[in-house]
């Protein structure tokens, strides 16, 4: 779609493009700015006389876009040459990347043919494809005959047009270096544009934007019109002055006014937000107007209840107070029933410690003993046993055996007769050592307070009677120990006693300050 206005100009440029179009071998050099309507009229042009338009293809590099513009040239051909469809190539100044585009184009206005152009297979397609083309024009078909038809046909069928801007050097250097672009081209100028555009497409554009009334949209498109005119007058001067040319194109009036509708749109835009923005605004006030009268009238109505809610909050604050005061007093007690509890809690781990301290003295001594006795062999007891006249220290150590074991006589023969007894080892495993009566402790302490009663000097005389002595001397140890711990033990119980049920109460309060607390 092309957004075109038809001016009087752009008119009797579109006729004379149509006009050449129509010719064979019409070709034409447009020179005009830019921006001045030179590619859109020449497309309109081809459009009405239904003759295909072409332009050249973009190609990456220098010898790229050479390759690819010979490539193109020789589709061209080949449609205009044999199948004889009419093409209207259109070349703009700015798409020219490579001279060479201009010298093959010279060569095919001035003869129709590039040279080195088409190899043998493209020739050959020449000359098979272009042979209805011959019989139907009633001429021999020999290959020269083909090739010249196909000539022919490409000058009469290809129309070159040539877009050039006249700004600096560029144009007079290209049409004395190819000069088939002046003599074999229609040339149109394209002057710029008069008032009378200026103010058509200044309507035209205006016209889009609804918010602009038809008064307002003449006003500004003869402002702009008047502009334009006033600063093609001050390029004038300028150039009369410093011989130095500005060109206004008709571009830059399309620019003036695109970048008026958009800022136009923009301003409106923002007018819009801004206009909503304080709309939302007043509609948010006028709302929250009503509800703050619908407080005050809610508030006015709670006045007399939110009166009684003060006056218990201060009762409920005073009631806070006291019982504050009474859980600082209460806490105070915790703590220093607390710190009881502690006290009580180091005396039993030092009472524990001291009695614990007294048994361990005599504990491994009185393992050593049961070991001994544990070990005590069958052998061992018989040699003792056949003593007929024991040595006294023996018969010290089976005394004081007796003794532990209940026996109220002490004299050999009895002795000899509970050694005798299956049971004897047992009975000596079965001692109960945490209850030695005391009446049998103080003859044990009479046996071993004997000057003969000494366990190394027994042991040389007597080995079996060793482990006897030992046995005997650690009971006697062990429970002179246990008669002084007995009563640590007894005062540790009272204290864990007094202890357990200090931790029940200061748990208690503790429980109690919390519930005040929270």
């Known amino acids: 779609k092309m957004d075109l206005v038809f001016f009087n100009d752009a008119i009797f440029h579109i006729c004379r493009i149509a006009r050449i179009l129509r010719q064979p071998r019409g070709s034409m050099l447009i020179i005009g700015v830019g921006g001045c309507g030179k590619q859109s009229l020449s497309k309109l042009a081809s459009f009405m006389l239904q003759v295909e338009y072409a332009q050249v293809k973009g ?10 513009f010979k490539d193109q040239m020789k589709e061209l051909m080949f449609q205009t040459g044999v199948e004889g469809t009419p093409v209207a190539f259109l070349m703009a100044d700015n798409q020219i990347t490579h001279e060479g585009y201009l010298e093959d184009i010279n060569n095919v206005l001035n003869t129709g043919e590039i040279t080195n152009l088409f190899e043998s297979d493209d020739v050959e397609r020449i000359m098979n494809d272009i042979t209805p083309a011959v019989q139907k024009l009633g001429r021999p078909e020999s290959r020269d005959v083909k090739y010249a038809t196909f000539i022919e046909r490409v000058r009469d069928f290809l129309h070159v047009i040539l877009c050039m801007s006249p700004v ?73 002055e410093l011989r130095r040319k500005v060109y206004i194109t008709p571009k830059s009036f399309l620019d ?30 006028r709302k929250t107007e009503v509800q703050v009268g619908d407080l005050k009238d809610i508030l006015t109505q709670l006045q007399p209840e939110l009166k009684d809610q003060k006056q218990k909050v201060q009762e409920a604050l005073e009631r806070n107070k006291e ?24 005396e ?9 301290r007294d048994l361990k003295e005599v504990l491994p001594a009185l393992e050593d003993a049961r070991k001994g006795v544990a ?3 069958k052998e061992d007891i018989t040699v003792i046993k056949n003593f007929n006249q024991p040595p006294s220290a023996v018969q010290l150590t089976l005394q004081a055996v007796l003794v532990i074991l209940g026996e109220k006589k002490t004299e050999w023969s009895v002795a000899k007769s509970v050694m005798a007894d299956m049971n004897f080892k047992k009975r000596l495993e079965r001692v109960d050592l945490e209850n030695v009566p005391p009446p049998i402790l103080a003859r044990l302490n009479g046996i071993l307070s004997n000057k003969d009663f000494d366990i190394e000097e027994i042991g040389k005389k007597v080995a079996a009677c060793k482990s006897l002595a030992s046995w005997a001397s650690a009971v006697s140890k062990y429970s002179y120990a246990l008669k002084n711990v007995r009563p640590k033990q007894k005062k540790l119980q009272e204290i864990e006693e007094r202890y357990s049920l200090a ?14 607390k929270d």
């Open 59 to 68: 190609s990456s590099g220098k010898k790229g876009a050479m390759k690819g």
């Open 168 to 240: 600096g050097d560029a144009l007079r250097v290209r049409c004395r270096k190819f000069p088939s672009l002046i003599n074999c081209c229609t040339i149109d100028y394209f002057d710029k544009w008069p008032e009378e555009a200026l103010l058509s497409v200044g309507n035209k554009f205006l016209h889009e934007m609804s918010m602009l009334s038809s008064e307002k949209q003449v006003i500004l498109s003869r402002l702009f019109t008047d502009v334009n005119s006033s600063v093609e007058e001050a390029s004038d001067a300028f150039y009369g």
């Open 256 to 285: 003036c006014l695109k970048l008026f509708m958009c800022e136009l749109q923009d301003q409106l835009k923002e007018h819009k937000e801004n206009l909503e923005t304080l709309s939302n605004g007043l509609t948010k006030l």
């Open 323 to 346: 019982e504050a005061r009474k859980a600082a007093i209460e806490e105070q007690a915790v703590e220093r029933e607390s710190s009881i509890v502690e006290q009580q809690s180091l």
């Open 348 to 356: 039993i781990r030092i009472t524990r410690d001291d009695a614990e």
């Open 375 to 377: 070990n005590l062999k």
């Open 503 to 516: 931790r029940a109460n200061l748990k208690a309060k503790q429980d109690e300050l919390q519930k005040m």
